[in-house]
Nanobody, 125 residues
């Protein structure tokens, strides 16, 4: 089992950067693919980005391509989401999640077995 603890949310002005981190407990972090999702008020939870267990493959939601970067450091049991050029429409609660299928960068939330607590990201215009 994996427990995920997030950090790094907050308030940022439009166009600014923000980095989210998600630290995992346990020795098996490197065997999980990881993903980031977000949920805005009165909207469904949407896929943002995913990365395979080795970090060799990534996948992004089209509107964030070129602005967001997912990465991981298996030695630190941590996955990151670097967000640049933030827009007000990026405002949401962001979640990290772990997928037992280490080779897949799935965009489906149902493929993720473990979830961290959400962290609020607010982008002001």
């Amino acid at each position: 089992q994996v427990q995920l603890v997030k950090s790094g949310g907050g308030l940022v002005k439009s166009g600014g950067p923000l980095r989210l981190s998600c630290a995992a407990s346990g020795r098996t972090f490197s065997s999980y693919a990881m993903g980031w999702f977000r949920q805005a008020p009165v909207k469904e939870r949407d896929f943002v980005a995913a990365i395979t267990s080795s970090g060799s493959m990534t996948n992004y939601y089209e509107p964030v391509k070129g602005r967001f970067t997912i990465s991981r450091d298996n030695a630190k049991n941590t996955v990151y989401l670097q967000m640049n050029s933030l827009k007000p429409e990026d405002t949401a609660v962001y979640y990290c999640a772990a997928n037992r299928n280490r080779y897949v960068t799935s965009s489906y939330s149902t493929n993720y077995a473990y979830w961290g607590q959400g962290t609020q990201v607010t982008v002001s215009s």
